[in-house]
């Protein structure tokens, strides 16, 4: 013991964690730099690229690299490929049949040469697979293409894309004006949505409604929704996502909120899908009317992406006004991230949020940030199935 009572300050043994100096992360950074700058140096050489080509290891990993640039290269081709077969029905007229070129080329009204040229094509897209001499049957993909309505329909719509963007460098320069997608997505323009017509609603609206089956199966395998008593779906269009939830949990007690005219058509899908009876509908502009406070729950599917960050804090104020303490706020849509699918998706809607001027694929931690900000609590991240199809993040008011 000390003179203090105290015991002796037992001192860390040398080359401990605590006697390590902290990295240099400004070294760290400038060293990997350097190094990048260098690996480009050879791989921009010819002479390394030739060495490079009677190295089989080396080989092998060069060749798959230039594969994946070629892909790129070329990946229009690949989605007008995809656009015809889309276009002449060969998934739906393959869905679980077997069938010659010449049946197929009579049903996709083509002659026998060209039909054949577009299968090929679709094989090597591994979007059809050979059933034997001259006959053909769905592969995997195609399988999903056939099964569901909503994925052909947005192949479709992107036809608008493809023309937003066929100038590349002044879509990125954003010298490109009024784009089709900001006609077509009529809620993004101005500042009274809620004046929005059936005429204008009704494109966009039947869209999304088509579009969310996939969506809906991946947030419903990802989120326990039995445990509520009712849910209030925000912007939920015709009721697609709505639906889903009910058709899934028949106890619950459901609502949907939307502009007036979008609210008039989610009330003939309910009716038609038998829901209507168990389901209240609120129209409304959710960034400053009244939103109903007696769901247990409240979603947001696809909702926050389609708007800037100023909107999207109106959007959730308005909610937390009006929420009761306590309510579950699911946000749930395609997320930028680290893997493969985020990843996918960030670029893919990246591009297409620009084209419609309005909303950003956002990273779970700016959705949990702004959601903080508009004093909702404990936001947490859950995990989906499929990621490239949608995030989940859960908090409460």
């Given at each position: 013991?000390?003179?203090?009572?105290?015991?002796?300050?037992?001192?860390?043994?040398?080359?401990?964690?605590?006697?390590?100096?902290?990295?240099?992360?400004?070294?760290?950074?400038?060293?990997?730099?350097?190094?990048?700058?260098?690996?480009?140096?050879?791989?921009?050489?010819?002479?390394?690229?030739?060495?490079?080509?009677?190295?089989?290891?080396?080989?092998?990993?060069?060749?798959?690299?230039?594969?994946?640039?070629?892909?790129?290269?070329?990946?229009?081709?690949?989605?007008?490929?995809?656009?015809?077969?889309?276009?002449?029905?060969?998934?739906?007229?393959?869905?679980?049949?077997?069938?010659?070129?010449?049946?197929?080329?009579?049903?996709?009204?083509?002659?026998?040469?060209?039909?054949?040229?577009?299968?090929?094509?679709?094989?090597?897209?591994?979007?059809?697979?050979?059933?034997?001499?001259?006959?053909?049957?769905?592969?995997?993909?195609?399988?999903?293409?056939?099964?569901?309505?909503?994925?052909?329909?947005?192949?479709?719509?992107?036809?608008?894309?493809?023309?937003?963007?066929?100038?590349?460098?002044?879509?990125?320069?954003?010298?490109?004006?009024?784009?089709?997608?900001?006609?077509?997505?009529?809620?993004?323009?101005?500042?009274?949505?809620?004046?929005?017509?059936?005429?204008?609603?009704?494109?966009?609206?039947?869209?999304?409604?088509?579009?969310?089956?996939?969506?809906?199966?991946?947030?419903?395998?990802?989120?326990?929704?039995?445990?509520?008593?009712?849910?209030?779906?925000?912007?939920?269009?015709?009721?697609?996502?709505?639906?889903?939830?009910?058709?899934?949990?028949?106890?619950?007690?459901?609502?949907?909120?939307d502009l007036p005219a979008v609210t008039d058509l989610a009330g003939r899908h309910l009716r038609d899908r038998g829901l209507l009876d168990r389901c209240t509908l609120y129209a409304g502009d959710f960034t400053r009317?009244?939103?109903?406070?007696?769901?247990?729950?409240?979603?947001?599917?696809?909702?926050?992406?389609?708007?800037?960050d100023d909107r999207v804090l109106k959007i959730l104020g308005n909610l937390h006004t009006h929420l009761k303490p306590g309510t579950r706020l699911v946000v749930a849509e395609a997320m930028a991230g680290a893997s493969e699918g985020a990843n996918l998706a960030a670029i893919y809607f990246t591009t297409y949020f620009t084209a419609m001027g309005s909303g950003r694929c956002r990273t779970e931690?700016?959705?949990?940030?702004?959601?903080?900000?508009?004093?909702?609590?404990?936001?947490?991240?859950?995990?989906?199935?499929?990621?490239?199809?949608?995030?989940?993040?859960?908090?409460?008011?």
């Amino acid at each position: 013991m000390d003179s203090g009572g105290r015991g002796l300050q037992a001192r860390p043994p040398v080359g401990s964690a605590s006697d390590m100096p902290e990295p240099d992360q400004g070294a760290l950074r400038a060293l990997l730099t350097a190094a990048r700058l260098w690996r480009n140096r050879q791989i921009a050489s010819p002479r390394f690229r030739a060495l490079v080509s009677r190295l089989p290891l080396l080989r092998i990993i060069a060749n798959r690299k230039a594969n994946q640039l070629f892909r790129l290269t070329t990946g229009f081709v690949h989605t007008q490929i995809l656009s015809a077969c889309v276009r002449l029905g060969l998934f739906e007229i393959l869905d679980g049949r077997v069938l010659s070129t010449a049946a197929l080329a009579s049903r996709c009204g083509l002659g026998p040469d060209p039909m054949r040229r577009l299968l090929d094509q679709a094989l090597r897209l591994e979007l059809v697979v050979s059933a034997g001499p001259d006959r053909w049957m769905l592969s995997d993909a195609g399988t999903v293409l056939a099964a569901d309505r909503g994925l052909r329909e947005m192949i479709r719509h992107h036809d608008m894309l493809y023309r937003d963007i066929g100038d590349a460098s002044a879509f990125w320069r954003g010298d490109v004006g009024e784009t089709e997608l900001r006609q077509y997505w009529a809620y993004v323009r101005g500042d009274k949505p809620a004046e929005i017509d059936n005429a204008q609603a009704a494109p966009y609206s039947a869209l999304m409604r088509e579009s969310q089956a996939m969506l809906a199966d991946c947030i419903l395998a990802s989120h326990d929704f039995s445990q509520y008593g009712s849910v209030l779906d925000i912007g939920g269009g015709e009721g697609a996502f709505l639906g889903a939830v009910g058709a899934r949990h028949p106890s619950l007690k459901l609502g949907l909120f939307d502009l007036p005219a979008v609210t008039d058509l989610a009330g003939r899908h309910l009716r038609d899908r038998g829901l209507l009876d168990r389901c209240t509908l609120y129209a409304g502009d959710f960034t400053r009317d009244l939103i109903p406070a007696e769901q247990d729950c409240v979603t947001l599917v696809r909702i926050l992406c389609d708007h800037d960050d100023d909107r999207v804090l109106k959007i959730l104020g308005n909610l937390h006004t009006h929420l009761k303490p306590g309510t579950r706020l699911v946000v749930a849509e395609a997320m930028a991230g680290a893997s493969e699918g985020a990843n996918l998706a960030a670029i893919y809607f990246t591009t297409y949020f620009t084209a419609m001027g309005s909303g950003r694929c956002r990273t779970e931690a700016e959705i949990m940030a702004l959601l903080t900000r508009s004093g909702f609590q404990n936001a947490r991240v859950a995990a989906t199935a499929n990621p490239l199809l949608a995030g989940l993040i859960v908090a409460s008011r």
